[in-house]
């Protein structure tokens, strides 16, 4: 078996869910696909134009979620927790055929969908991979929030922090390489939201479809979901799994180091916007074996990122 080579899932994932914002029931069907076909979004429920790229070029709306939009106005919006679970199991290439607008949110985290792939089984290609290597460091801030990234060597790092005024939520900070560390407690972190906010986000026609069990609510200095927390780090973590999500609408795998303080989809969107601006930001690159430079010849490193 090959490490370096283009992946895409065995056999077809079906599941249903309520859509976090639209609170409509949703079906999706993600099937496999060719290698280079990349991971394309499908709207069933239409008869035309309902190819949807996640790229982030396409990304029309980062608030509380990532919407993508095509030409035609057709939408497919929080792709983000999906996202994150395609990113890690190294999903390159699948049809995603979904008969609504929004994918389910299941449980608010990616650990669903991280269990169905691995249950659908992963097909491996001849086709080499292709990552994109960070080659400037490019930095993008909204007042006091900012979102930095710089060339790495062999990994992808994300430093994130995370600045509330809540006292269960506080400021928390976590640091991964996403390559080589276990990211259970990233891929099980799920959305949260402070149970005072909720009444604003409902009148703006979000979050019909929110409730416990796909969400963490935090009032005052209780977390009103009777299990509590998943991990420590949960909060921060959440974040940690957009990021991964939103960063893969780049198309590839990336070799950068990413720092981030109370950022979200917007910045990472914003961020990926600047860099793939100036050709001289990033290199594509194709890794096969035989090219590597000796010093990349790590096989856990080959083994995570591919």
Not at 6 to 15: C, D, E, R
């Amino acid at each position: 078996m090959s490490y370096l080579t283009q992946k895409t899932i065995k056999n077809n994932i079906s599941f249903s869910g309520i859509a976090l914002h639209s609170g409509l029931d949703v079906n999706v069907c993600i099937k496999p696909a060719s290698p280079n076909n990349g991971i394309i979004f499908k709207r069933v429920d239409l008869k035309s134009n309902n190819l949807v790229y996640p790229n982030f070029m396409n990304v029309t709306n980062t608030s509380l979620n990532t919407t993508i939009e095509n030409e035609f106005g057709v939408k497919v919006s929080t792709i983000e927790h999906l996202m994150c679970a395609l990113f890690g199991m190294s999903i390159d290439n699948a049809i995603i055929e979904i008969d609504n607008e929004e994918v389910p949110i299941l449980d608010g985290s990616a650990k669903i969908f991280i269990e169905k792939i691995i249950s659908a089984g992963i097909d491996i290609s001849d086709s080499p991979i292709k990552i994109i290597k960070v080659n400037k460091e490019v930095n993008f801030s909204d007042g006091d929030r900012y979102i930095n990234i710089k060339p790495s060597t062999l990994s992808l790092d994300i430093d994130f922090e995370l600045k509330y005024k809540n006292p269960i939520i506080g400021n928390q900070r976590n640091r991964f390489k996403i390559y080589e560390d276990d990211l259970s407690e990233v891929y099980n972190s799920r959305t949260f939201c402070l149970f005072e906010d909720i009444e604003l986000i409902k009148k703006n026609g979000l979050a019909k479809g929110g409730s416990l069990d796909n969400a963490v609510v935090v009032k005052d200095k209780e977390i009103l979901n009777a299990e509590g927390l998943r991990n420590k780090k949960e909060f921060v973590n959440h974040k940690i799994l957009d990021c991964i999500g939103d960063l893969y609408t780049c198309g590839y795998r990336m070799i950068a180091s990413i720092q981030c303080s109370q950022g979200g989809h917007y910045l990472t969107n914003q961020l990926l916007r600047k860099v793939f601006k100036n050709m001289e930001n990033f290199s594509i690159i194709e890794i096969k074996e035989k090219n590597l430079p000796h010093t990349l010849i790590n096989r856990n490193f080959l083994r995570s990122i591919a």
